[in-house]
Every structure is written in C-alpha cells, then in structure tokens.
C-alpha cells in the first residue's frame, strides 16, 4: 500500500469513477497484480488512461512497453493501439507473464499483443537486431536503475515524432537527492539528464499525488 493521503484518494476515486470506469478485464488485471512479483505497482486507473488518450491522440498503432508485470497498462494500450495495432511488451519474470497473458486474452488484445520474456535490455537489443518497425509510443516502466539503457533502446527503435513515457520519477521527492542511495534513484537521475542534454528530445515531468501516493511521470516527444 501507498502512502497516500485520504484526500488523494477520495479525488482520485472521484475523478476516476466517472470518468475512467474499468471493465472486468481490467479489474481483473489490477487484482492479479497481487500474484505478481510486485504487488500494487501498476499503474493507476486515471494513469492507464492518460497512457491510451497519448496513444490515441499520438495516433500511435505501435507501442512498446518496457514492464510488463499483470499486463495492466498493457491493457490500456492495446485497446488505445487499436485492433489495427500492435503491442511488444518487455517482462522479466515469466511467472508475471504467464498471469498477463491470461489478462490480456481475457480483454480480447491477446493478437495484438507479444509478451517477450527475459532481460529487458536483452529483449529489445533483439528487436533493434532484428530490425523492426519503428514505434510510435514507448511506455518505460521497468526497473529504474536500468532507465538510462531503456532509453537509449528505445530511441533506436522509435522514429521523428514518437512519444516516449517513463514512470515513477518522483518516487516521494526521492530524485531531487543527488546523493541518494537508491540506485532507482539514481536510474531517474540519470535518465532525466541524458534527456536534458539528448537535441533530439524535448520532454516535460508532472509529479501526481493520488491512489499511488506522490510520485509522478515523465512524457517525451522525438523532435528528431
Ligand atoms: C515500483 C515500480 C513501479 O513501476 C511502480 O509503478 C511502483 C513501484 C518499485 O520499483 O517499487
Ligand atoms: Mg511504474
């Protein structure tokens, strides 16, 4: 559980109670992500959909997704991706795999979706080997240490114009430490400043406050 004030909460189920209303799916998905290897870390309903209003108003068809854990978010933007799009999403752990392919099949995305496990970093230096069709939408939301190499993937595989999303940069005000200990931390850190210094990047960062707690993402667009 997060901490997170009640009146967070109370605007978050406010605000998402009519406007962001989860089918069974995706219901299902957020309760099986207590199976996961990590429990309660997808994403939040009003964040699954900020994630499909980018996609949809990007028009973005192909998506990568760097996490996959219950397949949640995956969820959110295959269905954002369209029955047209298409959906590589990067997992470690097979047994959190195996419980998001069940989810996904369960709101009817599994064809339009490639659950890939292994190393994510590993994962996609396969598909910039094999050469594949560039993204329009990457949502990075994997372990942070390893942000700065998911970025750099991603931007082998993404074209001009492609939107790129990384969570939890906030992390309770954590990544304004320059000393922290937390090499999650320190992922954040890292990642934000290649993108500050990248000419081809031009990127803003939102801290949320809500069922998540404080925390907060960062949302990037390929100028070049
Ligand atoms: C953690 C990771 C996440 O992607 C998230 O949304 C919340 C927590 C974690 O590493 O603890
Ligand atoms: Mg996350």
Redesign the pocket.
């Known amino acids: 559980m ?1 901490a997170a004030e009640p009146e967070w909460r109370a605007v978050d189920s406010y605000f998402a109670g009519l406007l962001v209303p989860e089918d069974e799916a995706l219901a299902a998905a957020r309760r099986s992500g207590q199976q996961t290897t ?1 429990p ?4 939040a309903p009003n964040q699954g959909q900020l994630l499909a209003l980018l996609c949809q108003m990007t028009g973005a068809a192909r998506v990568l997704e760097f ?1 996959t ?1 219950a397949g949640y978010s995956t969820i959110w933007l295959a269905r954002a991706a369209g029955s047209q799009g298409h959906v590589t999403t990067l997992e470690m752990e097979e047994q959190n795999a195996a419980i998001a392919r069940s989810n996904l099949a369960r709101a009817g995305v599994s064809e339009r979706v490639d659950v890939i496990v292994g190393p994510a970093g590993d994962s996609a230096n396969k598909l910039i080997a094999d050469d594949v069709e560039p993204y329009d939408f990457v949502f990075i ?4 240490p390893n942000n700065p190499a998911y970025l750099q993937a991603s931007l082998a595989l993404t074209h001009a114009g492609s939107v790129i999303v990384i ?2 940069v906030v ?1 309770d005000g954590a990544v304004t430490d320059p000393s922290s200990p937390d090499p ?1 931390v320190q992922g954040v850190r890292a990642v934000v400043a290649d993108i500050a210094q990248d000419p081809r990047l031009e990127a803003t960062a939102l801290q949320t406050v809500g069922v ?1 707690g404080w ?1 907060g993402c960062t949302i990037i667009r390929r100028r070049s």
Do not use: P, S
């Open positions: 997060y990590m309660d870390a997808e994403v996490g854990l939301d994997a372990d942070k969570d939890n992390r999650r998540k925390d």
